[in-house]
């Protein structure tokens, strides 16, 4: 019990006259963080937020970031104060119109103390103004914010929100977006979803992205920079929006050939997982010097690095699978990893087997046979690998392998009715790995508990009884010729 309102000793009439209802002996503050084992302080307790609307102004030239952020959210208790996950300056805090006191705390806290409490269930209206240079600031000792020669680019994993919106940022808690950006003429702005308008004034022009289907605050980009745009529609009528750096140097031609290819495979991918979920879809390759890609909301992000041994569609099939296994359906805690990078990474098997550069059968028994039973490798369990080993190779590798031991368990009929189906399951929500394991007992009618812990949670190499049929006996394992594309995509997520 939390009793902050009334202290001991008021007399019974003051306590009368203050008329407050009776669940004010319950209010509290929000948890500074949501309740995620890995990270305790990322997102926060006490409210779910349904919409983010931004407002913002980006100056490429000094980094300097101005703007409103209005988030829209419903209370989850009663609730005395809660927090935000950010690090700009914050100059205003306002809750359902009303001035709030504020102030920064932890590594990424903005603790916001309303003038009143909220009961619970309420709707709740925040408003904050803010402002800074988010090359600047930091946390735990790092910054995701990248900055290119032309501006800057927001898309890291698990965390980019804080250098640029404050957020209850944990993807368990998804919602809407509307992104607004003035840049200096002949800047882009580059976010999710689609385009809404783009107009000039003053010199600035104001670009307007709307995403309306629910979004992790992970996957929620923000590009800054100047930018060749593409547009287009795959066949299958999926509007496609691409944007790539004016400055990516040899690697131009290579990005282009892969990129471009995105209506392609979104319609190819819709075969195995059924209709794209988003309205757009998309990706951009600034001048960044980062390594990886990121699967951000339909407009995935693309390192230039990655296409410097030349064009992968791997890692766009990669990216583009993720819009359905992560975003659609998006991890309920950061241990589900595996229902992201196991079905990506299995997505570029089946890839290569419709390239005819190795079937996901040769590549399961690929990485079965390259890793010996004393290789670290099988000491992390994709199931929940753990925080340091969240982006392991292993998450990857032996994760698709565990999908393609499943697949072997319950047969391709099941297995992908299982792939198309789970999509459909768990729309625009958040699902764990026991879920997954539960969603395909029901699809096979098989008890799959056992084959889940051998192959995700048991720190060795699996026994060679259950991996038989993922190795011809005696039959040399050959290295597929995908290999090369799909080991290239390997520093995906990489700091
Ligand atoms: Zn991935």
Do not use: C
Request: charge should be negative; glycine fraction near 10%.
């Amino acid at each position: 019990m939390h009793r902050r309102i009334l202290a001991p000793g008021v007399p019974a009439a003051a306590a009368l006259l203050l008329a407050i209802p009776a669940s004010a002996a319950s209010w509290s503050p929000g948890a500074p963080g949501i309740g995620d084992p890995y990270y305790p302080y990322y997102g926060n307790g006490g409210y779910d937020v349904s919409h983010y609307d931004l407002r913002l102004k980006y100056q490429p030239r000094t980094d300097e970031l101005q703007g409103t952020a209005t988030v829209l959210a419903r209370t989850t208790q009663d609730l005395s104060r809660f927090d935000l996950d950010f690090l700009l300056d914050v100059s205003e805090v306002r809750v359902n119109g009303a001035e709030a006191s504020f102030t920064a705390s932890g590594q990424h806290e903005l603790v916001v103390t309303p003038k009143t409490p909220l009961a619970k269930g309420a709707p709740m209206t925040v408003v904050v103004r803010y402002s800074g240079v988010p090359s600047t600031k930091s946390a735990y000792g790092f910054t995701t914010w990248h900055r290119t020669p032309d501006g800057a680019v927001a898309a890291d994993e698990p965390e980019s929100a804080w250098w640029w919106f404050p957020s209850n940022d944990h993807p368990s808690d998804k919602a809407t977006f509307d992104v607004s950006v003035a840049v200096p003429d002949g800047t882009q702005a580059i976010s999710n979803g689609t385009l809404q308008s783009a107009s000039s004034k003053l010199g600035w022009t104001r670009y307007t992205w709307r995403q309306d289907k629910p979004q992790a605050t992970y996957l929620t980009t923000l590009a800054l920079g100047r930018f060749d745009i593409t547009t287009g529609t795959s066949e299958g009528g999926v509007p496609v929006v691409n944007a790539y750096s004016r400055d990516l140097g040899a690697n131009d031609g290579a990005a282009r050939a892969s990129v471009e290819r995105t209506g392609e495979l979104v319609d190819w991918l819709t075969g195995y997982f059924g209709p794209y979920p988003f309205g757009s879809a998309g990706g951009y390759v600034p001048n960044t010097t980062t390594g990886y890609a990121l699967e951000t909301q339909t407009r995935v992000y693309y390192s230039p690095k990655q296409f410097a041994g030349g064009s992968n569609t791997s890692v766009v099939v990669h990216e583009l699978a993720h819009q359905w296994y992560g975003d659609d359906v998006s991890l309920k805690g950061w241990k589900d990893i595996w229902i992201n990078e196991g079905f990506a990474r299995y997505a570029q098997w089946l890839w290569s087997e419709h390239e005819g550069e190795g079937t996901a059968q040769e590549l399961a028994g690929y990485v079965y046979a390259s890793h010996p039973a004393d290789d670290a490798f099988w000491t992390v369990a994709p199931g929940d690998p753990g925080p340091d080993d969240q982006f392991d190779v292993a998450v990857y590798d032996r994760g698709a392998l565990a999908v393609q031991a499943l697949r072997n368990e319950i047969g391709d009929d099941a297995f992908f009715a299982v792939l198309k189906g789970w999509p459909k399951e768990h729309a625009y929500g958040n699902a764990s790995v026991a879920d997954f394991r539960r969603y395909a007992e029901q699809v096979s009618g098989k008890p799959l508990a056992a084959l889940f812990d051998t192959w995700l949670f048991q720190p060795s190499k699996p026994a060679a009884p259950a991996a038989r049929s993922l190795v011809r006996t005696g039959a040399a394992v050959a290295r597929p010729d995908s290999w090369r594309e799909i080991e290239a995509t390997n520093d995906v997520h990489g700091r």
